[in-house]
């Protein structure tokens, strides 16, 4: 369905459209969508109501609907979690643009060196910014501020965003919403299941000298193009920070602005707790962005301004004389732990308790700080937290390095830390690494401290070498961290951390955090899995690609089934497309380095083929390998709930030895032409195949035609939907027992000649024609006396021929005994109607959905020779190009491409007997068809993986420019050299 719609769509377009964007950023009109809707209502004959393109907006929505497979349907109602006992939330993703840090590791990295990453411009920089002569030489002027790299690159095609329209939204949207979408990458939840609310809880607010002159962000408004101004103010203003990301996502959880200056960003972390403890939300985002554009200005600093007239920002320091202005984005994915533990997620840290409040009016002005609004909301946070102050070892202050503000926010950490009692708390700042980065300010220390809680370390502050004297240090509990360290704790006592973010107005948030609970040991199971990487274009999944091989050899302890789990159901499915096997990390970055190579040598030779409907193909009994169901029945439900049925059935019907046991059990290599004796090799076989077909259906891969040779075409029945399992099974063991009772002994040869030829040869010896494979490929059937006499004929004339491991002489006259008795046990079984086309190969016609099986056909089937070459011309006519051969090994991929060269084969479950292999052979089939488009059912694929960090995908790489449309790729500035400070000196 989703192609046909595709199809219209783009026949009304007149160009390719993407399934996943809505119709109206497609360019669909109002005129053109009734034209839409007429060609589907012709195609389909089947009205369609015009409100349907509404609610279901995009291609694969649209398609869902019309197939009458809803995409996202209602969320379960969730019991009232306001009485829940575990009020504790999890930090499960982190993603961060901070001055000299566009990553996590980066950004730890610069902590743990003292890195004070906060830039000092040149007169070149400031007069690139803007500034006159005059401006440049003002007094006052402090030439610094915490710079972002590349705040002007974009990809506004990778979010559904028009040129124009990214060019009309303010970089701190844009980079914002590449966070969000790197935090859900990282916690693996990029993709999330229908009905899953994923809030988001954002702002974009004041910057600290914004006010100094004019912005250079806007576009002015222009009566002429209203919508361009409303495109401006949803581009600009901060209300719609989240309710973008919303949309741009597809997030369905409350996506709501918050605006509470230096603040915001952990307000909405508190916001975002409470909307997942009342389960307003299953996931939330938090976070904020503050880029102040130009960036490379400065400020103005004069008495009594918080702004540092030296351009350092000392926090806690002797010699403190302001904050320093900084930018900032970054945003962090929350789920609740008792979820987060359950689901297999990464936890980062854990959140206890949040508090949020405002001094009110007990203070000595607006913009000053208040001891007891402080005091109070460190309290607040303690209690929700249920844990002793004394347990805190650790506070990420707000820490701005002003005289009067620092002494304040440490006098209401002494108070409610508990003066002199316990251990020392150290108390930290990130200001004086990145500056002060306004509305994301709290971000910053939550994730500063989030990642010093996940190292088990304590960072230095740096500028920090004499204690301001003002500070309420004298009784040892609160000490200023000065110093790399491990972040040691009294036994039994968890590391445990305060987040301070003062507003200025008053309003006060104060988180408490915990350090993940170790990881609960799990076996994990050593089979192989399948891991699909995904990105928009060839290039970024070459980067994608080399990333992940790069993490997957820095951590050859990762579990291969949590990178399957995290990369199948944590991320979508894009276009430009690779998949690979393996058991443990190491076999992975292998694996991705081997794809490398032979995507960079298909490139060379050939153009890819898009997938085609596939065909699923059921080879006969020549096939048959012992052990041929160890791998489906070891790694695949489906496939094994199939073969115990099988089983169950088989010991009710006829008692003895087990189904499984030759199934299950392994031969040497020497055995491997052992025949099979037909009075069990039949119904095993439709039991192997039975159960290989639901794996593959199982797996997402539904097959568009079906055909099977000799007696696999009961497998291929039962999977048209013409046979049960029950009825399937009886049919092919009574048929299998009845020749190996009534049939004298017998066998077939695999001949390499034409037919003409084959038949002739054939007539000679007393055997009979039996199979007719390819133009060049025969089988002969008869008694062993016939087949021995047309064995020494072909070797007369030089012709190539194998004995098939077969005991009886099927599609032949040797058969014609049974056929009255099998007629019988035939009309006991029900038949329904198809409802997969099935080309029988008795006479290669195709049997359209709705065709009903008979008795006579069956017997029919069961005496005529095989007509694979037939089979195959009716295939390719109903367009298959795609094979798959369910069954053991590769008999019906080689006569395939012998009757189709061009066509595409893939086995079923590989080669081999043992399980790993036939796994390893199933998965990487798979993979070939997911790198061709196909959809896989990825949660039944993945097993019980959880989901670990992994590199994503690089949204970046286009400059856009604010207030314009985007330009062509332009190279980028240098990146900004950070100052490492001195711990000695402070310098």
């Not at 007429?38 to 015009?50: D, F, G, V």
């Not at 954002?202 to 100094?212: I, T, V």
């Not at 369905?252 to 230096?262: D, H, R």
């Not at 052990?627 to 059935?649: F, I, Q, S």
Request: glycine share 12%; net charge negative; proline share 7%.
């Amino acid at each position: 369905m989703t192609r046909v719609v595709r199809e219209e769509l783009t026949a009304v377009l007149g160009g390719p459209v993407d399934v996943d964007v809505p119709f109206y950023e497609l360019g669909l009109t109002s005129v053109l969508l009734v034209r839409l809707r007429n060609r589907l209502s012709e195609r389909l004959r089947t009205p369609i109501a015009q409100t349907a393109f509404f609610e279901h907006p995009t291609v694969r929505a649209l398609a869902a609907h019309l197939a009458e497979r809803p995409t996202a349907p209602a969320a379960p109602e969730r019991e009232h979690e306001g009485g829940s006992p575990d009020r504790r939330v999890a930090v499960i993703g982190l993603a961060l643009r901070f001055p000299g840090a566009t990553s996590v590791e980066e950004f730890w990295a610069n902590l743990r060196d003292g890195v004070d990453s906060v830039r000092v411009f040149g007169e070149q920089e400031l007069a690139a910014a803007g500034l006159t002569p005059e401006q440049r030489r003002a007094p006052g002027l402090v030439p610094v501020a915490g710079v972002l790299d590349g705040v002007e690159e974009f990809d506004p095609d990778f979010f559904g965003m028009s040129p124009k329209e990214a060019g009309l939204t303010h970089p701190a949207h844009r980079l914002f919403l590449e966070c969000c979408h790197q935090a859900l990458e990282d916690g693996g939840h990029a993709a999330t299941a229908p009905g899953v609310r994923v809030g988001v809880f954002a702002g974009s607010g004041m910057n600290l000298y914004d006010h100094q002159q004019p912005s250079a962000t806007g576009a002015p408004y222009d009566p002429a193009d209203p919508a361009a101004g409303m495109q401006t103010a949803i581009g600009q203003e901060p209300d719609f920070l989240a309710t973008r990301v919303a949309y741009r996502l597809g997030l369905t959880g409350p996506a709501i602005g918050v605006q509470t200056a230096c603040s915001t960003s952990l307000v909405a972390v508190h916001l975002a707790v409470q909307a997942l403890l009342t389960g307003e939300a299953d996931l939330a985002l938090a976070g904020a962005a503050a880029v102040h554009l130009p960036q490379e200005t400065g400020y103005h600093s004069h008495p009594g301004s918080i702004l540092s007239s030296t351009g350092r920002c000392r926090a806690f320091d002797a010699e403190a004389d302001g904050t320093v202005g900084g930018n900032g984005v970054a945003a962090v994915l929350l789920k609740r732990l008792d979820r987060a533990l359950a689901d297999g997620d990464t936890v980062h840290a854990v959140i206890l308790g949040s508090a949020v409040n405002n001094d009110g009016a007990a203070k000595v002005g607006f913009s000053a700080p208040g001891v007891e609004g402080q005091l109070d909301v460190v309290r607040q946070a303690l209690r929700r937290a249920e844990v002793p102050p004394e347990t805190i070892s650790y506070v990420e202050a707000h820490g701005t390095g002003t005289r009067l503000g620092d002494p304040v926010e440490l006098t209401a950490l002494a108070r409610a830390l508990g003066e002199g009692r316990g251990g020392s708390c150290a108390v930290g700042s990130v200001k004086p690494n990145i500056g002060h980065l306004d509305s994301c300010a709290g971000m910053a220390g939550l994730i500063k401290t989030v990642l010093m809680l996940r190292n088990r370390t304590l960072v230095p502050t740096p500028h920090l070498t004499s204690p301001n004297p003002e500070l309420p240090l004298s009784d040892g509990r609160l000490t200023l961290a000065t110093e790399l360290r491990p972040w040691q704790v009294p036994v039994g006592v968890p590391r445990r951390a305060g987040v301070s973010a003062l507003g200025v107005g008053g309003t006060n948030a104060h988180v408490v955090l915990q350090e993940a609970p170790p990881a609960t040991p799990r076996s994990v199971p050593d089979v192989p899995v399948l891991v699909p990487v995904s990105a928009r274009d060839t290039e970024a999944l070459d980067e994608l690609r080399a990333e992940l091989r790069g993490r997957l050899r820095a951590s050859p302890d990762l579990p291969a089934v949590d990178v399957a789990a995290t990369l199948a159901l944590g991320r979508p499915h894009h276009a430009a497309r690779t998949a690979v096997v393996g058991r443990t990390a190491g076999e992975l970055a292998r694996a991705l380095e081997e794809d490398r190579h032979e995507d960079h040598e298909e490139d060379r030779h050939q153009e890819p083929v898009p997938l085609g409907p596939v065909a699923f193909a059921f080879a006969g009994q020549g096939s048959a390998q012992r052990g041929m169901a160890n791998g489906v029945h070891a790694a695949h439900p489906a496939a094994r709930a199939t073969l115990d049925r099988c089983a169950e059935l088989y010991a009710a019907e006829f008692g003895g030895s087990s189904l499984l046991t030759p199934l299950l059990t392994t031969t040497d290599a020497s055995a491997e032409d052992e025949t099979w004796p037909t009075g069990t090799a039949q119904a095993a076989l439709f039991a192997h195949q039975a159960a290989l077909a639901d794996a593959w259906r199982a797996a997402g891969i539904r097959p568009g035609l079906l055909l099977g040779h000799s007696v696999g075409e009961y497998a291929a029945l039962y999977t048209a939907g013409a046979l049960t399992l029950e009825d399937g099974l009886r049919l092919t063991a009574w048929r299998g027992r009845l020749m190996r009772d009534r049939c004298p002994a017998g066998g077939m040869l695999a001949v390499r000649a034409d037919r003409a030829t084959a038949r002739r040869v054939a007539l000679a010896a007393g055997a009979e024609l039996a199979a007719v494979n390819g133009p060049r490929a025969q089988v002969l059937s008869g008694p062993p006396q016939a087949l021995k006499e047309a064995a020494r004929l072909l070797d007369q004339e030089g012709l190539r021929w194998r004995a098939l491991p077969v005991d009886r002489a099927f599609h032949s006259a040797e058969i014609d005994s049974v056929l009255d008795e099998f007629r019988t046990r035939a009309r006991e079984v029900t038949y329904r109607p198809l409802h997969t086309p099935l080309v029988t190969t008795a006479d290669g016609e195709l049997r359209r959905a709705g065709w009903t099986v008979d008795v006579e056909y069956l017997c029919r089937q069961a005496r005529r020779p095989v007509r694979f070459d037939l089979a195959m011309d009716t295939a390719v006519e109903q367009g298959c190009v795609d094979f798959v051969e369910i069954g053991a090994g590769r008999t019906l991929t080689g006569l395939g491409r012998h009757c189709v060269p061009g066509s595409r084969w893939l086995s079923g479950q590989g080669d081999g007997g043992g399980a790993a292999e036939q796994a390893r052979g199933f998965l990487t089939a798979l993979g070939s068809l997911y790198r061709g488009g196909a959809d896989l059912d990825w949660p039944s694929l993945s097993g019980d993986g959880g989901r670990v960090s992994l590199p994503g995908i690089r949204c970046g790489g286009v400059r856009c420019r604010t207030g314009s449309r985007c330009r062509s790729p332009l190279p980028l500035s240098g990146r900004s050299r950070p100052v490492r400070s001195s711990r000695s000196s402070g310098g």
